[in-house]
């Protein structure tokens, strides 16, 4: 598995990562974005303004990514096929650099992307009924800070 920082032309893989890993893992959510949608939001807001690194195989297959700005994970995805491979982990310590204090949105239903994030130092800030997010869906804020 190659991890590199990520370049214009990923986004469109990437967001195909966040759509597959979406319905797949938290077909819970309703589909509130098109394909076209997504991409758009890719190409126009999250590579312009995060920092974002991509995994993938010899042969090119983007298998996840992590998208940060200052101090927040914004987006953390891994395609289904290939999460508990430990790409997740690469990524966010990545993300993590130079960062002294990290905070991330989970969902309260995401069981597995919870234990990830508390394994890896997160800890919960606040939970919430949801009526923040587009979802709707009860979620909740982690924050991880750097051990002096």
Sequence with gaps: M????AILDDMADA?????IARRVNL???PELHSRDETMGYFLSEVYPKSR??????????ITGFVAATPGWIDHLYILPD???SGIGG????LAREGEQEMH???FQRNARARRFYEN?????????DGSGNEEKEPDVLYAWKREP
Excluded at 2 to 5: E, F, G, L
Excluded at 90 to 93: E, K, R, T, V
Excluded at 120 to 128: D, K, M, P, S
């Design 15 to 19: 967001a195909m990562v966040h759509i």
């Design 82 to 84: 290939f999460q508990g």
């Design 104 to 106: 991330l949105w989970s």
């Design 120 to 128: 890896r130092g997160f800890r919960v800030v606040r939970e919430t």
């Design 27 to 29: 077909s819970y959510l």
């Design 52 to 61: 974002v690194w991509v995994s993938q195989t010899e042969d090119g297959l």
């Design 90 to 93: 690469q990524l966010l310590d």
């Design 2 to 5: 190659i991890i590199r920082k």
